[in-house]
């Protein structure tokens, strides 16, 4: 049972008696009993005659994903099976990372008859967003006592990441075709595969004549003047790649108002939709002691939509990331030479101990990319020496720059390539990574 403002108004309304009475106090103090009782008499009445929120039933439809910062409407339809019209306030309890427009809802329902409750959802954060029921506030038709209960109704909206570097997509894709078609190397080398034949012209590398094309040629032309034809070589398809997210503590951090895992994913899904266009195999490990999410055996738009739905439910656990296992999770994934990408953190040379430690293992096999954030506001620190405080900053921005630069410079050492960029480069710079191996065919 609940009370309303018009009902604490309406007891409010006996002090009247009591002031112009004045010195009557005896009086006055009957008066005040007497109104009190017949408010709560008629209370009782209102409460009697309002409709039992416990006879309703309730339907939900809901979409079951949605993109980060896109708006979609929950929708709820309330089935009166009570004799009397419902007068209700509704509140719908979804999460406040749901991003409800509206909480709660005045509703007219009349007997055997149906309403829907709409209700906008502008989720701001990743993962499951959910309601567990509806809060029901059934009003008599004087509106001073009500009855309220709450009508079990769970839902679920699955809050994708938004892959906003697929802007990037269409040039990354046209430079591709570039690669894969127009531009067919004549040399063979480590990473190409046959393309085509064509005739011989002056300048071509006599070693690329295929001797056995050339005579059917011949066979084919008896009579004509015999042509040479050599073999071209374009990079070669159906390579692996391996992604390994880092979901330990330090990918938590947020930069340019964005967790540096979130940054993490955007970089995956360009480079996961580039390769597969490129014809390579695209696996996913989010790792930091067990595994969180894997994606494998997925191709063409499978493989994207199960990377954004296996991504959407993965937070940073606020424990080391045990890298010592890397190694072994993708030879689980793989035998053959990969390319392996892995989305960390570089900081420290403390921090990023058990990275380098693995890396002689992984470049040992596979060619290896690590792929970092770095922070735009600490490039911008070192330039800013104003006063003390900006000059102590600009120190310590200096200081992180030293230690990023130390950490890259082991990475090299160690075999591996380094790409780090602010939250918007990264996905960009990462698939230029790839296409520039690519088309070195080192992979």
Avoid at 86 to 111: E, I, K, M, Y
Avoid at 385 to 397: H, I, K, L, M
Wanted: glycine fraction near 6%.
């Amino acid at each position: 049972m609940a009370v309303t403002g018009r009902y604490v108004l309406l007891v409010a309304l006996g002090v009247v008696p009591v002031v112009i009475l004045g010195e009557a106090y005896r009086q006055a103090e009957i008066t005040l009993v007497l109104w009190l009782l017949l408010t709560v008499a008629v209370g009782v009445v209102d409460l009697i005659l309002a409709a039992s929120p416990r006879r309703l039933v309730v339907e939900r439809v809901l979409p079951h994903r949605v993109r980060l910062g896109e708006t979609v409407a929950s929708e709820v339809y309330l089935t009166n099976e009570n004799g009397r019209t419902l007068r209700a306030l509704v509140r719908d309890a979804w999460q406040p990372s749901a991003g409800a427009a509206v909480t709660r809802q005045s509703l007219v329902v009349p007997p055997s008859e149906r309403r829907m409750l709409r209700t906008a959802l502008t989720p701001f954060r990743r993962g499951d967003r959910r309601t567990a029921g509806l809060t029901v506030r059934s009003f008599g038709p004087l509106g001073l006592w009500a009855r309220q209960a709450t009508l079990s109704s769970p839902g679920r909206v699955r809050v994708l990441p938004p892959f906003t570097s697929r802007k990037h997509l269409p040039s990354r894709l046209a430079r591709l075709r570039e690669l894969d078609g127009a531009t067919s190397v004549q040399i063979r080398g480590q990473g190409t595969e046959f393309d085509s034949l064509r005739e011989y012209v002056r300048g071509d590398d006599v070693r690329s004549i295929d001797w056995r094309a050339t005579a059917r040629q011949g066979d084919a032309r008896a009579g004509h003047e015999q042509k040479l034809m050599v073999r071209t070589w374009r990079p070669e398809r159906d390579r692996r790649i391996v992604i390994v997210i880092d979901t330990g503590r330090t990918q938590a951090a947020r930069i340019d108002d964005e967790p540096r895992i979130d940054t993490s994913i955007e970089a995956s899904l360009l480079l996961a939709a580039l390769a597969t266009r490129a014809g390579d195999r695209v696996d996913l490990i989010a790792w930091d002691r067990r595994i969180r999410g894997r994606v494998t055996g997925a191709t063409g738009g499978e493989l994207l939509n199960r990377m954004v739905d296996t991504m959407a439910t993965v937070d940073p656990e606020l424990l080391e990331t045990d890298w010592s296992s890397v190694a072994g999770q993708v030879r689980a994934v793989t035998n053959q030479r990969a390319l392996v990408v892995l989305l960390t953190t570089i900081d420290t040379p403390a921090s990023s101990s058990g990275l380098l430690s693995v890396l002689p293992q992984l470049t040992q096999r596979h060619t290896v990319v690590v792929a970092a954030v770095s922070d735009p506001e600490v490039l911008k620190a070192v330039s800013q020496r104003g006063d003390r405080d900006e000059t102590y900053r600009a120190a310590s921005a200096e200081r992180s720059l030293l230690d990023m630069e130390r950490v890259t410079t082991a990475i090299r050492r160690l075999g591996g390539d380094v790409v780090t960029g602010s939250p918007a480069a990264l996905p960009p710079m990462l698939a230029d990574r790839y296409l520039a191996l690519k088309a070195a065919g080192k992979l």
